[in-house]
DNA sequence: TGGCGTCATTTTATCGACAAAACTGCCATT
DNA sequence: AATGGCAGTTTTGTCGATAAAATGACGCCA
């Protein structure tokens, strides 16, 4: 879990605060699966790891607490929040109708500069795709491109706070995600599904979008089942 | 047996920790409007009103940003998240169709227990009101009590996530609520109000009690707007 | 008057130290 | 063999001190 660290610190934007930087770098980690779920956070160990003093990183996991991403009891200190697939289920279904929401109101409202960011952003994706590729900061960069397109689509919701659920239910996903091996990954045409839905906004065909949509967000949960049942 | 620690525990919520304490304290103080919006946090200052150290601080005021009750800027402090029409708005919206979803759920799959949970509520609620009391103490009882019956309306609706999400809406939302003064929320038949969703509820009306719920939601706006509208 | 650099003061972010709590391994007792 | 203390070790939560940054005051000069 250690050494993809020079990207994420290069793209830490204007974080002179050591805090922003261990925070971005423990929930990347978390959600990368590199710290995996249940696992204790010592604070000594996190002080190797992350080379700064205990106030940073507490500070950091109090942040990560009501994002869901950490747990803490009293006097016991922090850990990884765990995954199940009851939460997994939850979080689909939260996700479904968030985002149907979000997607139909920016068909609603965008306009043609909204569709380029869409197209833009998929044709990003689909670049960084073939080149397919466990390591780990390949992995980050597409699962930063992945993020870019689907928050992309419903860019012109006009909700800040609709965006900001999305924003955190969609990585919090990611969390599961990780969790499917990539030869199982690979299986899937990504670039299709994405590609389907963006036609179907493109036609400013709402139905036919958010069944895309919801098509794709439940695609996982196939693959997900099996690791997550004992 | 019972010891002590237990019944500590039980009375001062999320007791042992000195970091709890002050969260909840200072995100009430918020709620309430008793730190104002914009209000900058100063640490030293809030070391002497708090009676408690810089690091418990520091990550209880951690905990309240991503909840949208704190901002912070880089080497600059702490603040007060602000208060605007717009963000009023924005907090209606997703709080109307995401309680309108949860009430769906809750009417389609609660039983005779969950009503009996909304029937006390209401009766706690109702009993709080007519004494009605500016007081510092009575306000925040009947805050309490107006929660407890709104989370108890949505109980049922058999998603964790969803009910932190009306959860957290509903405490942003009640910064708005105390900014109107007493004068102008005693016009209003809160009760009234609180009964006719109850008497929709149940007769398992589910658009009837949708509908009451978001006309009982929007009536803060009439209240809120000239207050907002400088 | 009004903008600008400089210096003193305040405020922030971080570190190291310490008391209290939790965990661990051991031994005696049943 | 399992249970229940008991001491030693780790780990947590909090405090005070300190360097870096921001803020504010003041005088200088156009």
Redesign the pocket.
């Known amino acids: 879990m250690v050494n993809a660290r020079q990207a994420i610190e290069a793209q830490s934007d204007g974080g002179?605060?050591?805090?922003?930087?261990?925070y971005q770098r423990i929930r990347e980690d978390i959600i990368m699966g590199r710290l995996e779920a249940g696992r204790?956070?010592?604070?000594?160990?996190?002080?190797a790891e992350y080379?700064?003093?205990?106030?940073?990183?507490?500070?950091a996991l109090s942040l990560l607490i009501p994002e869901g991403f950490v747990d803490?009891?009293?006097?016991?200190?922090?850990?990884v929040s765990g995954v199940t697939l009851t939460d997994f289920d939850d979080l689909l279904d939260m996700r479904c109708w968030s985002e149907s929401r979000a997607l139909r109101r920016s068909i609603e409202r965008g306009g043609k500069e909204w569709e380029g960011e869409i197209v833009l952003a998929l044709y990003w994706f689909s670049q960084a795709f073939p080149d397919h590729d466990a390591h780990d900061d390949r992995a980050s960069e597409r699962r930063r491109l992945h993020k870019t397109f689907h928050m992309a689509l419903i860019a012109e919701c006009g909700s800040p706070m609709l965006m900001e659920l999305c924003s955190r239910l969609f990585d919090r996903n990611d969390r599961y995600r990780s969790l499917v091996n990539f030869a199982a990954t690979a299986e899937r045409n990504h670039v299709a599904e994405h590609e389907q839905i963006v036609e179907a906004v493109l036609r400013r065909d709402a139905d036919a979008a958010v069944s895309a949509l919801a098509e794709h967000y439940g695609k996982l949960r196939r693959q997900i089942e099996p690791i997550l049942t004992p």
Chains 1, 2 share one sequence.
């Open positions: 002179k605060l050591l805090m922003s930087d261990v204790k956070l010592r604070i000594e160990e996190l002080k080379g700064t003093g205990a106030s940073p990183l507490r500070e803490r009891l009293e006097n016991r200190g922090f850990r």
